[in-house]
Each structure stands twice: as C-alpha cells, then as structure tokens.
C-alpha cells in the first residue's frame, strides 16, 4: 500500500516461469520495475512474460513483445480497489466495477484454512488402515488432494478422540476456527500444480491445514460452489496470487454475485459423488462397476464396452452441465468479452475420464488402452478382495472389514457363496500351481463364477491382453500377480496396502494375506502350512529330477534340461531354508500381534523381511 501512495510504477515486465533458468523452478519467479517519485502521475506500462513456454528466453519474449507493442497500461489507483491492493495491472474496467458494485465471497461463505495437527504420522490414517466400524475417536478429514471438482479426495480420518484431547496436548497443534470443526460446507485443495478445484464436504468433516475450507449457509452452499467451480474464480484468484497456494483469504476477495444454478450443481456433486464411489479407496464402494447388472453382457468385453460407452457420455453430459454453469455465472458479471464458457475435456475431473486421468498428451488409442488396463486391474484387485472375504459376489458393500474377523463371520452374512473366501487368510502367489488356493487358479475361478463358465476362455484372453500394456509374448494372469499385482496395489492404496505380501528375499516364494483378518498365528500358518509344504514339493520335485539325470533312458536333452533345473531348484531351496531360518521363524515364535488404529507404517513394520520392502512406506506424513 506504501508502494501504491507513496510513488508510481512507471514500468513493470512480470517475469514469472524461468526467471532464474539454472533453478528450473516454476516457484522462484521475479519481476522487474522502475519506479517515479510523482504520485499523481498514476498510469504506467506493464509487460507480462508468463504466457510464454516455461523454458522460453524471455529476454528474447521482452524484446518481441516491445517490438509488437504487446503491454498494458494501467492507472494505479485502480489497485486500490480490490483489498489487498494486487498489482492487476491487466484487469478490465468492467471487472474492477465488480470489486466496486458487489460484496465479496467473505460476506456470504466465510472463507478459513484447516487446523494444523502437528504430528500427522500419529493422528492422521487413510480410513481403509483402520477398522471400518469405526471408534468414535476417528472422525473423517480433509487434506487436500488432486486436482478434481465437485466431490472425492476424502480419504482420511483423524484421532479426535476426547475433543482431540491427544492432540492439543502436543503443544503442536494449531486448531482453528474450532465452532465450524465437522460442519458441512465447500473445501478446496490449498497447494496445487495444476488449476483450483472446490469440492462439496458433508458434514462430520475435521479441517486439516492442506485444505481451504468456506462455511455458506446451507439455502446458497451449491450456488456458491457452482461460482467457485467457474472461470470466473481462476481469473479473480490470478488476480490476487499468481503462485500456487489458493489461500482462504485469496478466496474471500471473489467478487459475489447470486446466481441460481443449484439444479446444475446439485447434478455434478451428484455423479462426481458417484463417480468417486465407483473405486475400491471410497468408503462408500459397494460394487465394481463392471459388476453392475445395468451394463452385462454376455462376454466381459462387451460388458466393459458397455460400461466404457456410460462413462464417456457421463463425461460428455458433466463437460455440457460445467460449461452451462460458466455461461450462466460469465453472463451474470458481464465478462462475455474476456472470458468463454468451454471447458476442456482433461479438466472434467471424472476418474473414468482418461483425458483428465492421464492427461491431454497422449493419443485417443493410447488413452483408451490405458483406461481398460486400470479396469481390469479393478477387476483384478476386486477379485482378490472376494478371496479374503472383504468383499463379495453374492452381497455390495464390505463383508469382512473389522479387526480380527474370521471366516465364521463371513458365512453368517453369506452362508452358501457362490464365490468363497479363502479359509485360512492365506493366499499363495507362486510361479505355478502348487497349491490348490494359489491366487491365479482362484482368479480364474473368480472370471467362471462371476462372468460364466460358457465364454470363460474368451474373458480370460481379454483381461490378459489388457494387462499386457507393454506387448509381451505369451503372458498371462500369473505373469501379471508374479510381477505388476502387489505394485498396482500399493499405489492403488496411497502406500498403504490392506494385503500385505509374504517374500522370500528373491521373490521364489510369495504369499498374500489381508491385515483385517491377520491374527497372532497368521505367520505361523505362512510357515507351517505354505513354506515348508512348498520345499517339501520342491525336494519331491528336485528327486526326480536327479532321478531323470541318473536315468539310463533318458535323452541326453532331458538330462540337459534336467540338470538346469536342478542347479535352479537347489538355489531357491537355499534361499527359502535362510529365509525361514533367519525371518520367518524366529517371527512365527514371537506370535506379534498388530493394532489396527496404529496404521500400516507401524504394523507393517512390525513383520519385518517377512515382508516385501515398500519404498516410501516409512516416509513421514506431511
């Protein structure tokens, strides 16, 4: 404000990307200025380089735009008249009307940033580490997330235990605005790379600092959303901060205009909402998608075809539905001639839209290919959720999802299942089948049960191919649980998987449990009932093979063959007996239990290199 009365810019050029070119930093950008000491003289000129490519020399995008007389040229005083006194130096006259006609977002929504908990790793969880029958001393949180509108990133809850008493009594925490804690309202991501994004929040909510959050009365909640979801909000808040931190005060100087659009609003936090249910990490799931009997069809392809045909016109509709909704609110403030309504098929934040899910720079083939991969992937991943019983095909919803379940509480709920759990918590994931509940022959199992028996092959053929992303000869179901499965799972579930992988050191042998069932004996049934039955198959198979290479009848090729195989086979049987001898049965005598409330960072751990390593897993909880 000194700056604005005490002197005037004569000459600004905005730098902005690429101001210092060795930091290649979008965060680091600086101006440059030349000041005159007459105040009243007022107008100055304005250069903005930030429209050019990121790597440009804008040395070189100054002296052009000099050339072409590209600059604006701004009064000064007109900075005054939005709060805050913003150096908007390119804002029309009709949007600096609005600052001086209308009221702002802070009069009507009320506008405040989350509360600061000061120890994340201890009081914050992704609310599938839990038990799903959740304490009353969890309760749901923001925390930001990606870039998406209407509704979703509501995947945390909170130890609020008391009041939050465990938390207050940090001395770390920072709990604002504590008469608005858990009420219904509007919240936003406040540090994002990519365009602003406000989100419907029910009610029962707990504020973390990574969200920005606004409080309007309930009769104007979807009115007001709808304008913070418009063009109109990315321009004004460009006006106020240029950075990527989208901060509540930044929100509370938006321009408000009451316009009617609570129909419009109500349908895309409606299908948003529907969408986010759709996948396993919403805590509303109740049945995948392709299991919806709106969309069978004989085969699994037609079937995904189907589905693939909702989404995009769901797409299509949502892009029709955000678009209407900018007209109406560009032609309430009267910006028909700076701003247009269209909407982007990559910014319709649908999960089942590949153009936002996977970006605009791929081709259509590629973007389809990709979306049917994930697909099945959530096939695949629902079906090992139908093998532990967290899931299943005869009930929607979660079956078994609480600590310490067992299978006698699964056939409570589903006494006669057309698809079984698997009994003991144990599933095997091996390079071939050597056991009858090895995950690959009950994936299959799985495809007959839930898609037919008659067009079996067919369906097999056309998962595999589609997790075949990158071409290889021959592969098949086992080739991708052997090799992508546990991966896919991890970063399904933000690092925090609910199966957690039993691993030999070099992966020969490999077996699948689920941490709601896990109990005390769990590893010793690992050990007792899987590793040391699998070597003793391996030594079975081992001795007849020695018995091949003695064998006076066979070839010298089967001798060959033979002997590879068993050089191959005494390797991997030394590495199972350290492995046991070493790991897994020091641990099956420890009988460790696990708490669930204390997250998977810490239960993980507690299993060791029983375990497979996951990177990142031990990284701290921002």
């Excluded at 079956?399 to 006669?416: F, H, S």
Aim: one cysteine or more; charged letters at 25%.
């Amino acid at each position: 404000e000194t700056l604005v009365t005490g002197v005037y810019v004569k000459s600004l050029i905005q730098i902005g990307y690429n101001s210092f070119p060795e930091l290649n930093s979008k965060v680091a950008q600086a101006c440059a200025f030349v000041l005159g000491n007459e105040s009243s003289s007022g107008s100055g000129t304005y250069f903005n380089l930030n429209d050019a490519p990121q790597s440009a020399d804008k040395n070189e995008v100054f002296l052009n735009k000099k050339t072409r007389r590209e600059s604006y040229v701004s009064h000064q005083q007109n900075f005054s008249r939005i709060k805050g006194t913003p150096f908007s130096y390119w804002a029309s006259k009709k949007v600096y009307s609005l600052f001086d006609n209308h009221g702002c977002i802070e009069k009507v929504a009320l506008p405040k940033q989350g509360s600061t908990i000061g120890h994340n790793d201890q009081f914050l969880r992704m609310w599938f580490e839990l038990t799903h029958a959740l304490s009353s001393k969890w309760k749901y949180s923001t925390k930001g997330g990606d870039f998406r509108r209407w509704y979703g990133n509501s995947i945390y809850v909170v130890n609020w235990g008391f009041d939050g008493e465990e938390i207050r009594a940090t001395g770390r925490a920072t709990i604002r605005n504590p008469k608005f804690l858990f009420c219904e309202g509007i919240e936003w991501s406040r540090v994002t790379s990519s365009l602003a994004s406000f989100r419907s929040m029910d009610e029962g909510f707990f504020h973390e600092s990574a969200s920005g959050v606004a409080f309007p009365p309930k009769e104007k909640k979807y009115s007001i959303l709808g304008l913070l979801n418009t063009k109109l909000t990315g321009y004004f808040l460009n006006l106020f901060n240029q950075t990527i931190t989208f901060q509540s005060g930044d929100v509370s100087r938006i321009p408000y205009i009451e316009v009617p659009c609570e129909s419009i609003v109500q349908r895309l936090v409606k299908d948003f909402k529907q969408d986010w249910d759709s996948y396993e990490t919403s805590w509303d799931f109740i049945r995948l998608p392709l299991l919806n009997p709106d969309y069978h069809q004989p085969t699994l392809k037609t079937t995904y075809q189907k589905l693939r045909a909702h989404w995009r016109e769901m797409t299509l509709e949502m892009q029709r539905l955000e678009e209407e909704n900018n007209r109406i609110f560009i032609d309430a403030y009267g910006l028909q001639d700076e701003l247009t309504p269209e909407v982007p098929l990559n910014e319709i934040t649908l999960t089942c839209n590949p153009h936002y899910r996977y970006g605009n720079d791929k081709s259509e083939e590629e973007l389809e290919a990709l979306l049917l991969a994930d697909t099945m992937r959530e096939l695949v991943s629902y079906a090992v959720g139908c093998m532990f019983g967290r899931y299943a095909l005869d009930k929607p919803g979660l079956i078994l999802a609480n600590q310490g379940e067992t299978i006698k509480d699964y056939l409570k709920q589903i006494p006669e299942p057309s698809f079984p759990a698997d009994d003991d918590n144990v599933v095997p994931m091996l390079d071939g089948d050597w056991f009858t509940d090895d995950i690959s022959g009950r994936f299959r199992k799985f495809l007959r049960v839930a898609f037919g028996e008659e067009r079996y092959e067919e369906n097999l053929r056309f998962v595999e191919q589609a997790l075949n992303i990158k071409g290889k000869r021959n592969y098949s179901i086992r080739d991708y649980f052997l090799g992508e499965f546990y991966n896919d799972h991890v970063k399904r579930y933000k690092k925090r998987p609910i199966y957690w992988l039993f691993s030999s050191p070099k992966g020969s042998f490999n077996a699948l449990i689920y941490m709601h069932r896990y109990r005390p004996d769990t590893v010793s049934v690992v050990l007792n009932g899987y590793l040391r039955e699998f070597r003793a198959k391996l030594g079975v198979r081992l001795d007849h093979l020695r018995g091949v290479d003695a064998s006076a009848g066979a070839s010298k090729s089967e001798k060959t063959q033979a002997l590879k195989e068993i050089e191959g086979l005494k390797k991997i049987l030394d590495e199972l007996d350290t492995w046991e001898r070493e790991v897994l049965y020091p641990l099956a005598t420890e009988q460790v239990a696990i708490d669930l409330d204390d997250g998977v960072k810490i239960n993980y751990s507690k299993l060791g290199a029983a375990l497979k390593k996951i990177v990142g897993l031990e990284a701290k909880e921002e």
